[in-house]
Nanobody, 124 residues
Framework: QVQLVESGGGLVQPGGSLRLSCAAS????????MGWYRQAPGKQRELVAA???????NYADSVKGRFTISRDNAKNTVYLQMNDLKPEDTAVYYC??????????????????WGQGTLVTVSS
C-alpha cells in the first residue's frame, strides 16, 4: 500500500553532479525519517544520508560536504543533491522511509519502506 519511486540516477563524469528524488505514495499519515542508502558491487548496503521530519540531517563521512539531503513534507518526497561525484560513489542508491500509512481497513500501520533502487555510475 506504500510505494517509494526513485528517479535521477545515471552516468556522470567525475566532478559532476546528479540529483536523486524519491516520492512516497499511498494513504500516508506521516513519514518520520527518510534516507538514502547505497550498495556498490561486492559491498554491503550503507547509509549515505538521512533526514528527520523536522529537518535534522545525518551524513556518512565519505559524502560530507559534497552531498545534501532535503525533503518536501507536503509532497512526501526526499532529495539527494550529489556534487563533486567520485568513481567510488558508483552504486545503486536506495530510498528508505519510516512511513505510517492507512491500510484499506483504515488501520494506521508502520512500515520501513524501500525503493527499487537507481543506479549511479561515475566514470570518465
Amino acid at each position: 500500500q506504500v510505494q517509494l519511486v526513485e528517479s535521477g540516477g545515471g552516468l556522470v563524469q567525475p566532478g559532476g553532479s546528479l540529483r536523486l528524488s524519491c516520492a512516497a505514495s499511498g494513504i500516508i499519515v506521516t513519514i518520520n525519517v527518510m534516507g538514502w542508502y547505497r550498495q556498490a558491487p561486492g559491498k554491503q548496503r550503507e547509509l549515505v544520508a538521512a533526514i528527520t521530519r523536522g529537518g535534522t540531517t545525518n551524513y556518512a563521512d565519505s559524502v560530507k560536504g559534497r552531498f545534501t539531503i532535503s525533503r518536501d513534507n507536503a509532497k512526501n518526497t526526499v532529495y539527494l543533491q550529489m556534487n563533486d561525484l567520485k568513481p567510488e560513489d558508483t552504486a545503486v542508491y536506495y530510498c528508505n522511509a519510516d512511513v505510517v500509512y492507512l491500510t484499506r481497513h483504515l488501520q494506521a500501520t508502520n512500515l520501513d519502506a524501500w525503493g527499487q533502487g537507481t543506479l549511479v555510475t561515475v566514470s570518465s
